[in-house]
């Protein structure tokens, strides 16, 4: 079976032409994803037939569980498809059918290269029961407090199709315990669907430094759902204004979110390599 790895600011997948396979697919993710005895990446992406958009994703993560939806993943998921001319190569933006929605993303292209894309990442979720976080009756939540392990985070809570949780905190990012503290605050009883953990720092009034335990698959470079959680929970508290930039330790994510409406990203798209699993 032929894959792609790719990845988008560091945040990396392994992406299948599934239109004509049927796979175990979480065993397969678990198996493809072991960065000793795999490929290694955050999880595979595949890309199937839609009749809604001009295609559609599926995604893993590295422990097989099923995600709706990765803003890295599908700038990625879109040059796959048009590198195989699977998608319109005329057509701006391109349609993908996620178990976010239907969302559309703008190739932009430089030496006839897509290396870049913008994405429209659909309205933030804010109540807490559509995030899904077990505060019942509520219509938004900022600094609520949680503690683990010794360790306390005001949490303000967003969904971008997936659930997110973002901390901003004093003490510098890289000096966190995010290996031990994610797993706790991800499996925590508040989440009944598992969270993503975002912890933060507000650099200035465009910039926040964000390190990142997504749901499934731990400590990765980016996320870019997260980076979106993370900028429209900073315009929130009034720490930013409309345009952000979120840096991640794989590269920057560029934010656009007004206070209202659509959740606008920009990022990095990029091919490592192709290669051949077997069976």
């Known amino acids: 079976m032929k894959f792609t790895k790719m990845h988008g600011a560091g945040n990396d997948y392994l992406y299948i032409d599934a239109r004509s396979k049927s796979r175990d697919w979480p065993a397969l993710s678990v198996a493809m994803s072991d960065r000793h005895t795999g490929v ?42 048009l590198d195989r001319g699977f998608a319109p190569p005329d057509k701006t933006p391109v349609s993908v059918e996620t178990l976010a929605g239907v969302l559309e993303v703008t190739p932009i292209w430089e030496n006839g290269v897509m290396s870049r894309a913008r994405v429209g990442m659909g309205k933030p979720i804010l109540r807490p029961e559509e995030i899904p976080v077990d505060l019942p009756g509520q219509e938004l939540v900022m600094d609520h407090p949680l503690s683990v392990d010794g360790h306390s985070f005001d949490l303000t809570f967003v969904s971008m199709g997936n659930p997110h949780a973002v901390a901003f905190i004093d003490e510098p990012v890289d000096d966190v315990r995010l290996a031990d503290i994610g797993p706790l605050v991800e499996h925590h009883a508040l989440f009944p669907q598992r969270i993503n953990f975002e912890i933060c720092n507000v650099l200035d009034s465009s910039r926040i430094k964000t390190r990142v335990w997504e749901r499934g698959s731990g400590i990765t470079m980016a996320c870019g759902t997260g980076a979106c959680a993370v900028a429209v929970a900073a315009r929130l508290h009034g720490y930013i204004g409309d345009e952000s930039t979120i840096e991640l330790p794989g590269g920057d994510l560029r934010i656009s979110w007004s206070g209202e409406g659509e959740v606008v990203m920009e990022g990095p798209v990029a091919q490592v390599f192709e290669g051949e699993w077997p069976g």
Request: glycine share 12%; with cysteine; net charge negative.
């Open 40 to 81: 290694g990446s955050d999880g595979i992406i595949l890309m199937l037939s839609s009749d809604k958009a001009d295609l559609r994703m599926r995604m893993f993560n590295a422990d097989g569980s099923e995600s709706e939806m990765c803003g890295n993943g599908i700038r990625c998921l879109v040059r796959y498809a």
